[in-house]
């Protein structure tokens, strides 16, 4: 596994289309550049297929794809419970969560727990983002953008664009584009 045994600030690039059946996501621990080389890296089992906890981890030039037909399966996590300062920046990546579990019922591209971050710079997010932590968002798409129950969720809106926006705990649209 190039993820296990890669090291501080290195660049893993895949060589093809990859499949993974891990029950559990993938950690991504280390501060890493995944390149996908235009490839996409996909998982049909009910987990996300990557769960960020790096302060410093990039994925780039390709696609993270949920393939799981039994539930409504995320791609990619940032941050897990009682795990803090994880930052993902996504540039030119499509995530895409799974089709499952019932009819029009789709898993999120990108989940991002309080206290976590993530930047995207250009790609799409097919399922949407929910996030309880920090958004930076400078350009791509996103179906939908749902914020979470917590109060003072710090996003930053300077480009993209956006199917719908929810929000659940109560900020208005000024603030996020302020």
């Known amino acids: ?81 009682n795990h803090t300062g994880a930052k993902l920046t996504l540039d030119n990546v499509i995530l895409e969560g799974s089709i499952g579990g019932g009819t029009g019922v789709r898993g999120r591209g990108l989940f991002i727990r309080s206290g976590n971050e993530a930047v995207i710079m250009s790609g799409k ?5 929910y996030t309880e932590g920090a958004l930076t968002m400078s350009g791509g798409s996103a179906e939908q953008l749902e914020l979470g129950l917590l109060d003072n969720i710090p996003v930053t809106l300077s480009g993209g664009s956006f199917g719908s926006i929810k929000i659940e705990n109560g900020a208005n649209y000024q603030s996020m584009l302020a």
């Open 125 to 129: 997010v097919i399922g949407g983002i």
């Open 1 to 81: 596994n190039a993820l296990a045994a890669a090291q501080e600030d290195d660049t893993i690039t895949l060589r093809g289309l990859l499949t993974i059946e891990n029950a559990e996501p993938i950690e991504i621990s280390k501060n890493i550049t995944l390149d996908l080389n235009r490839f996409t890296l996909s998982k049909s089992a009910e987990n996300a297929l990557l769960c960020i906890l790096g302060s410093n981890v990039a994925i780039i030039n390709g696609k993270v794809q949920s393939t799981c037909t039994s539930k409504p399966a995320t791609a990619v996590i940032v941050g897990k419970f």
